[in-house]
T-cell receptor, first 115, second 111 residues
């Protein structure tokens, strides 16, 4: 079974530029999560999708971050414009459904450096 | 807001020594999950505990869920260099739809 795929793996941009990350979850997984992991901390949920609908985006800085999962499969996360404090690893995870008892499977992450 | 806390933040041990990390939640949890993240890697699911007082073992790893379902621990017996990484506990948010992760305990092992 293929795991969660993410691209790119690394990205370096200057502040105020835009960047987009892509995630392809495990086939059949209805729930998709985007997390931000700052160095030395645990993953922090940014947004959660159930199929193509948003379940929770309370921690998403909506003035600069946006995410979509139009067809309920792949997802993109965008930052526009980026700030220095956005430097982090952006992890995508998926699970069978939104039940917290279901295991979350993480992708390899995108390491973003904002200069 | 709801918080999940872990101690210690870092732990260095000699190979063969035991290691324990503790996790505490500000609220009662329906379940708790443990993940391991190797250096440069991504979190990988280890185990989930659901019942009050539950104890589960995976080879040299022993996981416990407290009676009040607000704390948990992970104990590794006779650590090996392959145990190196950061161990995270995570509990569901109030809505029960997403996980709140602790800051993790980073384990280093010298041979």
């Amino acid at each position: 079974e293929a795991g969660v795929a993410q691209s790119p793996r690394y990205k370096i941009i200057e502040k105020r530029q835009s960047v987009a990350f892509w995630c392809n979850p495990i086939s059949g997984h209805a729930t998709l999560y985007w997390y931000q992991q700052i160095l030395g901390q645990g993953p922090k949920l940014l947004i959660q999708f159930q199929n193509n609908g948003v379940v929770d985006d309370s921690q998403l800085p909506k003035d600069r971050f946006s995410a979509e999962r139009l067809k309920g499969v792949d997802s993109t996360l965008k930052i526009q414009p980026a700030k220095l404090e956005d430097s982090a690893v952006y992890l995508c995870a998926s699970s069978l459904d939104r039940d917290s008892l279901k295991t979350q499977y993480f992708g390899p992450g995108t390491r973003l450096l904002v200069l | 807001g709801q918080q999940v806390m872990q101690i210690p933040q870092y732990q260095h041990v000699q190979e063969g020594e035991d290691f324990t990390t503790y996790c505490n939640s500000s609220t009662t949890l329906s379940n708790i999950q443990w993940y391991k993240q190797r250096p440069g890697g991504h979190p990988v699911f280890l185990i989930q505990l659901v019942k009050s007082g539950e104890v589960k073992k995976q080879k040299r790893l022993t996981f416990q869920f407290g009676e009040a379902k607000k704390n948990s621990s992970l104990h590794i017996t006779a650590t090996q260099t392959t145990d190196v990484g950061t161990y995270f506990c995570a509990g569901p948010n109030q809505a029960g739809t997403a996980l709140i992760f602790g800051k993790g305990t980073t384990l280093s092992v010298s041979s």
